[in-house]
């Protein structure tokens, strides 16, 4: 097939002069797992509770603990996009060593070839059946690093399907124009980018991309049971970009923004994350909600609260893409979701 080259970074990007531009002016108690620990340590067992002649309470099931061989497939937001050190290869899907993947698989115990790690930057669900080409090299479709052998899967993806920072991009170009208008008070469009989106019949642009991207990660999740029909199947949510209110973005972004537009992104993001969650509930898979978590680590936040940067990150950073501490957060969510 043939390949097109793509930046990395699809997934933010857009966001670069177009939105520079625009925002520039506004700069415990005991149980039976511990009497098997302390028989195994050569202990002594905890003393047993005096028979009441009541049936003895059925002693829960634990949870197994997740095991590998781990796969993580996903985007540049499960990748971690310039974050420090970055690793693999092709270097084009800009990898980093301490994104949430390598966390979690720090924390389970797996290394080597019981780990895998083939997620990309600027990939879409049609990059994970196909090879998808960088400017670093060709990455290999992420399917292919599944095998039956594979008992867990963490899969992150769906924002470029959905063109999500596509929206981004005309919401920042829709406020530009509406800004050298030189329109003010109440002759400025309340929210000039959900105006653009708004379709002739009157439904949502937006909303039937998203619901595109979710017939794809359907049929996506179908081909990773098949190939790995024993493996835990995790899919990982989008972490919060925007505060609830919008008013919170005012330090950060100014006011050339609309706040209806902020309004209609978060709207936005809170759809893909449902699609998200619906797709795979219905594969058997599992959800992980990064949104709630990230409640208050939005790119509004501060420096030292926020897990996504905003339009001027730190430096070396991407732009509308987790740091290093958004990767932890992930991490953290994942494994309490491993761990039942």
Request: aromatic share 4%; charged share 20%.
């Amino acid at each position: 097939m043939s390949l097109s080259v793509r930046p990395i970074g699809t997934l933010g990007g857009v966001l670069s002069a177009g939105l520079a531009a625009v925002l520039v002016a506004g700069c415990s108690g005991s149980s039976g797992s511990e009497t098997v620990a302390a028989a195994a340590a050569g202990g002594s067992a905890p003393p047993r509770a005096a028979a009441t002649g009541a049936a003895p309470a059925p002693t829960p099931t634990p949870t197994p603990k997740p095991t590998g061989p781990y796969v993580a497939l996903g985007d540049s937001y499960t990748a971690g996009l310039k974050i420090s050190p970055q690793v693999g290869e092709p270097k084009g899907c800009s990898r980093s060593a301490v994104n949430y993947p390598s966390l979690v698989a720090q924390a389970l115990g797996l290394a080597g070839e019981r780990f895998r790690d083939v997620s990309c930057s600027g990939a879409r669900t049609g990059d994970l059946t196909g090879a998808q080409s960088t400017e670093g090299g060709v990455n290999p479709p992420q399917l292919d690093a599944l095998t039956p052998a594979t008992r867990l899967v963490t899969l992150g993806i769906g924002g470029n399907d959905a063109g999500f920072m596509e929206v981004v991009g005309q919401c920042a170009k829709e406020n530009l124009v509406d800004a050298l208008k030189g329109l003010v008070g109440s002759d400025r469009a309340a929210a000039p980018c959900r105006d653009s989106y708004a379709a002739a019949d009157g439904g949502d642009q937006v909303q039937r991309k998203v619901d595109s991207a979710g017939e794809r990660l359907g049929e996506t999740l179908k081909e990773v049971k098949r190939r790995s029909p024993q493996a835990r199947v995790y899919v990982v949510g989008y972490p919060a970009l925007l505060p609830a209110d919008p008013a919170g973005c005012v330090p950060v972004l100014g006011s050339t923004v609309a706040g209806g537009d902020l309004g209609f992104l978060v709207e936005k993001e809170q759809q893909l994350n449902a699609m998200l969650k619906r797709r795979a509930e219905a594969a058997g898979a599992v959800f992980v909600d990064l949104s709630g978590p990230s409640a208050g680590h939005d790119m509004c936040a501060g420096e030292t609260a926020r897990w996504v940067e905003p339009p001027f990150p730190t430096q070396g950073l991407a732009a509308i893409h987790p740091n290093a501490k958004g990767q932890e957060g992930a991490a953290a969510a994942v494994l309490k979701a491993l761990r039942g």
